[in-house]
């Protein structure tokens, strides 16, 4: 019976990150996640499964065009730096939009570290390599800035903070801040966005799986209550 | 053994071989799980249930992850003491390759410590930077998938097969069991009635 038990309890696991996932099919950054489990064993005949972890799959979204005055996004390995206050994030969704005092924002008020565009400009554009480039009445193509991104020995285990937002741990390593546009290393798309990379279908396909999972096992369940029922009854005749 | 006795090691059999059932539903979903079945065997003291693990390959699954690998054909990743068909590897910020429990996997000289560009080919051999570092220990003909996982082998509906089965061979047994109670009973109370 506490086989059967430990399966529901893995299925919902299993269940809850699909809705995450499904939740941010439309979020531009977002990066999927998937469970890990493993069963337990005492002799011959097991005891069940165990969820052993989570993490996330890094797996490069597509970049689609999106015309955003300052949409970008990473074609390769790497993410953003962005800042709020002393808090420092890292994130792959390059939704940004340029706020009154000059800041390049995304929508939950973190600012791409070291960009700030003067209040004149014009146009903001930024090239392959990270270089950010600012028209003003006066000139044209003015560098104001460099995007640096930032990559992790190990990105797995960065600690998601919601969203498209990771922070950097002890097992994640410390960020190693690179500029783009290297000859074989990543580089800035402008004017586009990246996709999440959660696939529609096989998380469709998925929540089935696990629904059908979770139903089978609650049949074991109720088959095991069941036995012990009869044999609770057995004295009475 | 008499009657009472066959039928309550039938009873613990069907209760032994539902447990085989849902052990294997709740590994549905564990990556690189191999569905064991349920080995019933007669002995003089009753009927005795194991259990063995079953060797079909599980259907294979991108996930696009470097260090996810799936095995087609027999053999086990070596982790740490313990080997393990599940794949679901990734690089620690050491260059260790470890699984979600932090385990290293083992390469034939040892735990594999590899650069962010290594790459693991499908004859098992382990490349970084140009150079074959290390190779996984697999039997012959095994090929290894990177980028994807195995996934269980277990078959949902043959398992509720299974525990259904279970549940109805125990209940003939219980009621082969009062019946013989039964009779007995009309045996010893109403055959020969003392006066």
Known sequence: MEAAASGMAAQQTQLEIVADNLANADVAGFKSSAATFADVRAGAIGLGTTSVGRHAVFAQGKLVRSGGPFDVAIDGPGFFVVERGAARAYTRNGEFSRDADGAVRDASGYALARVRIPADALAVRVERDGRVLIDTPQAKGREIARLRLASFAAPEALRPLGGTLFAATERSGAAHLFAPGAPDGPSIAFGMLERSNVSVVESMMQILGAQRAYEANAKGVQAADEMLRIANNLHRG | ?195
Do not use: Y
């Not at chain 2, 061979?169 to 009309?186: C, H, V």
């Open chain 2, 1 to 195: 053994m008499d009657g009472i006795e066959w039928m309550g090691s039938a009873m613990r059999a069907a209760r032994a071989q539902l447990d085989v059932a849902t052990h294997n539903l709740a590994n549905a979903s564990t990556d690189g799980f191999r569905r064991s079945a349920a080995t019933v065997a007669l002995t003089p003291r009753g009927l005795s249930v194991g259990a063995r693990e079953t060797h079909e390959q599980g259907a294979v699954h991108r996930t696009g992850r470097t260090f996810d690998l799936a095995l087609l054909g027999a053999g086990a990743f070596r982790v740490g003491e313990v080997t393990t068909r599940d794949g679901a590897f990734q690089r620690d910020k050491d260059g260790w390759i470890v699984d979600d429990r932090g385990r290293r996997l083992h390469g034939a000289c040892g735990p594999l410590r590899v650069s962010e560009q290594a790459t693991i080919a499908a004859d098992g051999t382990v490349h970084d930077r140009g150079r074959i570092l290390d190779r996984l220990p697999l039997p012959g003909g095994t090929r290894v998938l990177a980028g994807a996982l195995e996934t269980s082998t277990v078959n949902p509906i043959g398992e509720t097969l299974a525990i259904l089965t279970a549940q109805r061979a125990f209940e003939t047994a219980e009621k082969t069991l009062s019946a013989i109670d039964a009779t007995r009973e009309k045996a010893a109370n109403d055959v020969v009635r003392v006066q």
